[in-house]
């Protein structure tokens, strides 16, 4: 077929707007939109046959306005679609910061929709109908879980640090323990954070030990805080040494400084408790006499993105009239969420059995084993997936994640696929790209594992939804058909 023809056969624009299966697509997109699309899909033709010269039999197929509709439906879904979606995670780390960190709760969720949906008092006193302040929703709520005199919300964690150490020590040293010069996530490096914030960095003792005595020596005039920072993301075990934070805090105060501690997760539930991890809670931090203290409201927490600053009221009150706290302040969406979070915490059973990242960290092995069976059990009665898939349960352990307690591997318990027809690694990328709910899991030992733990209620009929999808695929693979 020449050039002239083929083009002559293609469909006008308005003739596909026209056909009946239009009409679905015009209820969900605008008009605008889908015109424009059709459009695209024959001008995608047109320069299609300039580049490949298809045979008769393609640009008939192809050329249908049945076809072009079906291109066109493509382009507008994709271009409306959003691109920051859900996934599954079965990865086993509970705080991803790669998935989102801490699910929500449904209070939370609840909390966000409500205030989001219209007005609300963020900035208002309703009893005195004059202008309030943000802070307000959660200071006191903060206060009487922790056991501090004032607080504070800014945008993260990272900012809540940078926000301190300026208001604080901007233009004086800081003392930190060489052992404690963490890294965390990439972009957060406590001696780069010093340096932007004004701070000078004065290291004190070794990587493995420091006394109480380093710290004494290394202060002097310039001096105007000591730092504490914990080593979320690494353990140094063995011959190590760090002064209680109480002598700390005791030395401080008698050079007339503040203890600022970056607690990094910080925990209002006592995980300890619950056998996992050797941190103490925020409360403790607070009751050791810390002056400051912040840590993430998106981390062992399970709230919204966040950096809760606590301490003393003098030192608040300083933060609070920092420009730059206007600069990190935190949205109403945020702070809902928080007030939620924060709630659900003031009874140790409602945050295991309301907060997702709580109720995760604290499941039981024997329920994260049953529904590891039950989920088994539901696949196997699909012979697209059995056909497909190699399946068994096996015991494994899951993170606890967001740099927080690394060493701590929980037991659980996963889901092993192994596909008849593709390589593990194909496996895994198909599972990823799930056009309904993509599916994250880990490689182990050649196969492909999907950590119950993380799975959220609910989310069982998506796993098994989305495995069918990948199973048709790669059962095509089985047979001698190129699958990919
Ligand atoms: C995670 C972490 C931060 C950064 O907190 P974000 O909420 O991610 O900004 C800072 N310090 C420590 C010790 C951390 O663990």
Redesign the pocket.
């Known amino acids: 077929m020449d050039k002239q023809t083929a083009f002559r056969n293609l469909p006008a624009v308005h003739k596909v707007l026209g056909l009946p299966e239009t009409q679905e697509l015009l209820g969900e997109f605008p008009f605008s939109s889908v015109s424009s699309a059709v459009s695209t899909a024959i001008e995608q033709l047109r320069q299609s046959f300039a580049e490949n010269r298809p045979s008769d039999a393609w640009w008939e197929e192809h050329s249908r306005p049945e076809a072009i509709l079906e291109q066109a439906q493509k382009i507008v879904q994709q271009r409306f679609a959003q691109h920051l979606r859900p996934v599954l995670n079965l990865t086993g780390v509970v705080i991803h910061?790669n998935l989102g960190?801490a699910p929500l709760s449904e209070r939370a969720l609840r909390a966000v929709e409500r205030v989001a949906r219209g007005y609300s008092n963020l900035e208002y006193d309703l009893p005195g109908g004059k202008r309030g302040s943000r802070h307000v929703h959660v200071e006191q709520r903060i206060c009487e879980l922790t056991g501090a005199e004032a607080a504070l919300v800014v945008?993260?964690?990272?900012?809540?640090?940078f926000l301190v150490l300026r208001e604080l020590a901007k233009g004086g040293d800081g003392v930190v323990s060489r052992g404690q010069l963490?890294e965390?996530?990439g972009s957060?490096r406590?001696p780069e954070i010093m340096r932007e914030s004004g701070v000078e960095l004065v290291e004190v003792g070794t990587t493995n030990k420091t006394k109480l005595a380093d710290y004494e020596n290394a202060i002097s005039e310039r001096t105007k805080l000591i730092l504490k920072?914990?080593?979320?993301?690494f353990r140094i075990v063995g011959f190590t040494e760090q002064p209680a934070l109480d002598q700390l805090v005791e030395l401080a105060h008698s050079h007339d400084l503040p203890v600022f501690e970056?607690?990094?997760?910080g925990a209002l539930f006592d995980y300890m408790t619950h056998g996992i991890g050797d941190d103490p809670t925020i409360q403790g931090s607070v009751a050791a006499g810390v002056d400051v203290l912040?840590?993430?409201?998106?981390?062992l927490l399970g709230g919204a993105?966040?950096?809760i600053i606590v301490g003393k009221k003098r030192y608040i009150d300083r933060l609070k009239k920092n420009q730059l706290t206007r600069a990190l302040r935190v949205d109403k969406m945020t702070l809902a969420a928080l007030e939620a979070t924060l709630i659900a915490h003031l009874d140790e059973d409602l945050a295991r059995t309301e907060v997702p990242v709580v109720r995760m960290l604290t499941e039981p092995e024997a329920a994260i084993h049953t529904r590891c069976l039950q989920i088994l059990n539901d696949l196997e009665t699909d012979q697209g997936i059995t056909r497909a898939f190699d399946l068994d349960c096996a015991r494994e352990g899951s993170a606890v994640g967001?740099?927080?307690l690394p060493l701590e591997s929980l037991p659980s318990w996963v889901i092993r696929l192994r596909s008849r027809s593709t390589p593990v690694q194909v496996l895994f990328t198909d599972l990823r790209q799930v056009p309904s709910l993509p599916i994250v899991g880990r490689i182990v030992d050649d196969m492909v594992v999907l950590d119950v733990r993380t799975l959220l209620p609910g989310q069982e009929p998506l796993l098994t939804q989305g495995l069918r999808q990948v199973a048709v695929v790669h059962a095509h693979g089985s047979e001698g058909d190129v699958a990919h």
């Open positions: 910061t960190r945008n993260n964690n990272a900012a809540a640090v963490v965390i996530g957060f406590v920072v914990h080593t979320s993301n970056d607690l990094g997760s912040s840590f993430s409201g998106d981390k993105q966040a950096g967001g740099g927080a």
